[in-house]
């Protein structure tokens, strides 16, 4: 099963920005809904920010006016740009299918840490 592969995660001082990607490869991006998930120590995974293939989006209300998703269906790839960044927003960072219920058509990557410094 195909792991996407995500990256642009690291330390950032709150107020900051940073901006995530992920590759996901195979035949399923181009017709799924894309999210954007986040696991904070101690939590469940949650879902931040998905992207129809129509290109509609919708955010968890934490971060919605601060996050912005986006995708690249020629180069299979969903961005995540992150500014205003709060310490409540540390977290590993993933994405996956969305918009399944508890389904996801790729099986999940390693993610990419984001740490945000008070």
């Known amino acids: 099963q195909v792991q996407p592969v995500e990256s642009g995660g690291g330390l950032v001082q709150a107020g900051g920005s940073l901006r995530l990607s992920c590759v996901a490869s195979?035949?399923?991006?181009?017709?799924?809904?894309m999210g954007w998930y986040r696991q904070a120590p101690g939590k469940q995974r949650e879902l931040v920010a998905a992207?129809?293939?129509?290109?509609?989006?919708s955010f968890a209300d934490s971060v919605r006016g601060r996050f912005t998703i986006s995708r690249d269906n020629a180069k299979k790839t969903v961005y995540l740009q992150m500014n205003s960044l709060k310490p409540d927003d540390t977290a590993v960072y993933y994405c996956?299918?969305?918009?399944?219920?508890?389904?996801?058509?790729?099986?999940w990557g390693q993610g990419t840490r984001v740490t945000v410094s008070s």
């Open positions: 992207i129809t293939t129509g290109g509609s989006t």
């Open positions: 996956n299918t969305g918009g399944e219920g508890d389904l996801y058509r790729y099986q």
């Open positions: 195979g035949n399923f991006f181009s017709i799924y809904t």
